[in-house]
């Protein structure tokens, strides 16, 4: 689809988001490192007893969405934070983003959903397992919501592109 160029707007969303998400994740990297290295670490983020991202970031479900730890164990290499999937998302978001192909934003529309129902998961287990507000990782969501949307508003304008060369 080399003939439709890509809107400005989707350009300057898609660095604002990819960047913002990536400095987010490697942020949330940090402070769950310095945590489990200091236990008596305070991330900036850590406001309160219920308002800390560090508690959550440090969590069962801060890694391998508490799920790979069922299935592989604690210690498994594929149990890695949250923050490393989130790095590698927004990287080949961006990267991929680049790119005006077909089969370019398949991947970006399948990738947004999956974040997207980790994002709602996560989001339940942050509201009603851990009870907890973490300022982070509602940013992180609300990122993951505004790359699908953009990578859908991607999606329809190649769908109309192709619709109009028929």
């Not at 988001?17 to 400095?23: K, N, P, Q, Y």
């Not at 799920?67 to 991929?96: C, K, W």
């Not at 370019?104 to 287990?125: E, N």
């Not at 851990?130 to 859908?152: E, K, P």
Request: aromatic share 12%.
């Amino acid at each position: 689809m080399a003939g439709i160029p890509m809107p400005k707007w989707e350009r300057k969303v898609r660095t604002f988001l990819c960047i913002f998400g990536f400095v987010l994740s490697i942020y949330a990297l940090h402070v769950e490192f310095s945590k489990e290295s200091n236990p008596s670490y305070r991330a900036m983020c850590d406001l309160g007893e219920s308002v800390s991202c560090s508690k959550v970031f440090t969590s069962r479900w801060g890694r391998g969405f508490g799920l790979v730890e069922i299935f592989l164990g604690r210690d498994s290499a594929l149990n890695q934070p949250n923050s490393v999937l989130g790095i590698i998302f927004y990287t080949l978001q961006m990267g991929l983003g680049l790119s005006l192909s077909k089969r370019a934003v398949l991947f970006l529309v399948l990738a947004s959903w999956v974040s997207v129902a980790g994002s709602l998961y996560l989001a339940s287990i942050l509201a009603f397992v851990l009870g907890d507000f973490c300022m982070v990782c509602i940013s992180t969501y609300i990122v993951n919501f505004a790359l699908l949307f953009t990578n859908m508003r991607r999606r329809k304008a190649i769908e109309g592109e192709k619709e109009k060369s028929r």
